[in-house]
């Protein structure tokens, strides 16, 4: 299995530079990553450089708490699509999940989905802040509402990537979406104990060392 095709090589750090963004870019075209990952302000930039690549432009919405409004998540979307993003991530509403208002959740994810038009949405569950039943709902939901991937984590919370919560989003899942691994995943080992969990999309800062790591 060819594992840069499944990783969103990413840089989300507040403090990103333009030349660390650069650097990333070109790395997702020399190694044809699945994906840049990239802050909503760096999406044009990375559509630029990454313009007849293979590597797509990804981009977080809501993030990383999640805990901004429905309708700024659905522009938010539409505003980095227009600006070239191919794909979205975006953070559930994790205290609606926590109340266990599934109903909220779906109707979330399904506006933002109108927001990304035809392009690929992911939706970030935070599993580290979640019990099994929640992710379960909430990967129901994201199915329901016709996201394309459930995802674990942002990478900015207490907790990352977990073989158990990547094989119980599987599970839930089935074949009607997939499953992207993310948050604290470094080495070609760790990525690929995700992807025999059920992954298949790998949300890592790491992609190049991945990468070596499986040569």
Do not use: W
């Amino acid at each position: 299995m060819e594992i840069n095709r499944l990783i969103d090589h990413t840089l989300l750090k507040a403090d990103a530079s333009v030349s660390a963004i650069e650097k990333l870019c070109a790395e997702a075209r020399e190694y044809e990553f699945a994906s840049v990952c990239v802050n909503p302000a760096f999406v044009p930039l990375a559509a630029k450089l990454l313009k007849g690549a293979k590597a797509k432009v990804c981009t977080v919405i809501g993030f990383p708490l999640g805990a901004t409004l429905p309708e700024v998540k659905q522009f938010e979307a539409s505003k980095c699509v227009e600006q070239g993003a191919d794909e979205i991530d975006m953070v559930i509403n994790i205290s609606m999940a926590k109340e266990h208002n599934f109903d909220y959740v779906e109707k979330e994810i399904a506006l933002v989905k109108e927001g990304c038009k035809d392009r690929l949405l992911k939706v970030i569950l935070e599993t580290c802040l979640l019990t099994d039943e929640e992710i379960v709902e909430c990967s129901k939901a994201a199915v329901r509402a016709g996201a394309e991937f459930v995802k674990t984590s942002t990478g900015f919370s207490k907790g990352g990537a977990t073989v158990h919560a990547v094989k119980l989003m599987r599970e839930t899942v089935g074949d009607k979406a997939g499953v992207k691994a993310s948050g604290g995943i470094h080495s070609y080992e760790e990525a690929m104990a995700m992807v025999e969990a059920g992954a298949n999309r790998i949300g890592a800062s790491c992609g190049v060392e991945i990468v070596k790591g499986q040569k």
